[in-house]
């Protein structure tokens, strides 16, 4: 994260980078979209993850209409994939079927998106038509935890109007796996959007990548996000020791165990495994917990083993 240089001069202009594609970054500055290059100077000091989509930027206007991206503004959020800097909400939208609903991915987008500092977590389960099976109860968990559910169908033109709703006024980003339907989503809500849309194989029931890059769609008073859509996700970066506090229901038990750190896993008198036989804490949560916990320590073994080569 990099905080705003003080004493900008006169002649540079704030602006919000829409998306950046070839190098260029793609920068709102008023009503007007100026394709930017990076300084050289700064391109050097920029830290891996670099400029992104979302980022608020100073840049400096060249005698051709471009410009130059001088400095990047401080970040209020970043969720680091797909790369999007200051977003205010994050709508995970997965599938009721075709590709089904995967409680691990969904769990794993979760922690993505508490780890990433996002204020508002929201869920969306497109094609809500074509599921034949008993989604309430599964979904019924998650809202409990604190999560808002949104049930649509934008084949169906059904939940869109909850959906506008929760857009209002934020920065929005659309995450999910692929042929989920995000962007066909997006084209209900808004059809001046005019997103590409694909179908999902029917051999691997998976779909193919329809967004190419990230990038901010201008929306009412806000902005939606659509991003490349992928079927899986790493969470290297992740501190272990953090992980429990990206569950929710986990952090009124955390200061309850025995032992200090606990892992949750295998201590004695852990009062975070007592909630879950208890049944104030669901024990398919848990088991995605401890999956992506024992994820994150393969991990850092392989890494310090990789150290010591």
Request: some cysteine; hydrophobic content about 35%.
């Amino acid at each position: 994260m990099q905080e705003q240089q003080s004493g900008a001069a006169p002649d540079r202009q704030e602006g919000r980078v829409i998306k950046a594609y070839n190098s260029f970054f793609y920068v709102q500055v008023g009503t007007e979209l100026i394709a930017c290059k990076l300084r050289g100077k700064f391109k050097k000091t920029r830290r891996s993850i670099g400029v992104v989509p979302g980022d608020r930027v100073m840049i400096s206007r060249l005698a051709d209409g471009s410009g130059v991206v001088e400095d990047q503004l401080l970040r209020t959020s970043m969720l680091r994939r797909p790369a999007v800097a200051n977003i205010t909400q994050v709508m995970l939208t997965f599938a009721a079927a075709q590709p089904d609903l995967h409680p691990l991915l969904l769990n794993r987008f979760l922690v993505l998106a508490e780890w990433s500092g996002i204020p508002h977590i929201t869920i969306c389960v497109n094609k809500s038509d074509l599921y034949t099976g008993d989604i309430d109860a599964f979904l019924q968990d998650y809202e409990a935890i604190g999560y808002p559910v949104l049930r649509v169908s934008a084949k169906e033109n059904q939940g869109l109007d909850a959906l506008r709703e929760r857009l209002a006024g934020e920065t929005t980003v659309f995450a999910g796996p692929s042929g989920v339907g995000k962007s066909s989503l997006l084209n209900r809500i808004d059809e001046r959007l005019q997103l590409t849309t694909g179908h999902v194989s029917e051999k691997i029931k998976r779909g193919r990548h329809t967004t190419r890059v990230a990038e901010l769609l201008p929306y009412g008073d806000g902005f939606i996000v659509d991003t490349p859509g992928f079927s899986a996700m790493e969470l290297t970066e992740l501190d272990i020791q953090d992980l429990p506090g990206y569950f929710p229901e986990f952090r009124p038990q955390l200061d309850a165990c025995r032992f200090a750190p606990c892992s949750h896993t295998h201590e004695p008198d852990c009062a975070v495994k007592a909630a879950v036989e208890a049944g104030t804490i669901s024990r398919e949560r848990y088991d995605a917990y401890v999956n992506i916990y024992e994820e994150i320590k393969s991990n850092q073994q392989l890494a310090r083993k990789k150290e010591y080569k």
